[in-house]
């Protein structure tokens, strides 16, 4: 069973920055296109950013010029960079699969919180 670890959240200023990182592993455990999803309390999931095998990335409009998604495949590892945070940025992210099978179709992780305030 795949295991999805993530971490490098926190609480920041608007404004700053942080480094998301998630760490897959299991020994059925397979990279295609990944991604990152975020839920606030009482909100829907929602994918904010995805990357596929190769390299190439989409990104939900509202992080656009803002967030930046990478991955190292020989580390299995899926990242997110995010500048200029604001509070609506606020939200445990999560990474998981973003196709081509389907959305989430690994098991969740415990997700990072990041938390924007001042």
């Known amino acids: 069973q795949v295991q999805l670890v993530e971490s490098g959240g926190g609480l920041v200023q608007p404004g700053g920055s942080l480094r998301l990182s998630c760490a897959a592993s299991?020994?059925?455990?397979?990279?295609?296109?990944m991604g990152w999803y975020r839920q606030a309390p009482g909100k829907q999931r929602e994918l904010v950013a995805d990357i596929t095998r190769g390299g190439s990335t989409n990104y939900a409009d509202s992080v656009k010029g803002r967030f930046s998604i990478s991955r190292d495949n020989a580390k299995n590892t899926v990242y997110l960079q995010m500048n200029s945070l604001n509070p609506e940025d606020t939200a445990v992210y999560y990474c998981?699969?973003?196709?081509?099978?389907?959305?989430?179709?690994?098991?969740w992780g415990q997700g990072t919180q990041v938390t924007v305030s001042s």
């Open positions: 299991g020994s059925s455990f397979s990279m295609y296109r």
């Open positions: 998981n699969s973003a196709g081509p099978y389907g959305l989430g179709t690994n098991d």
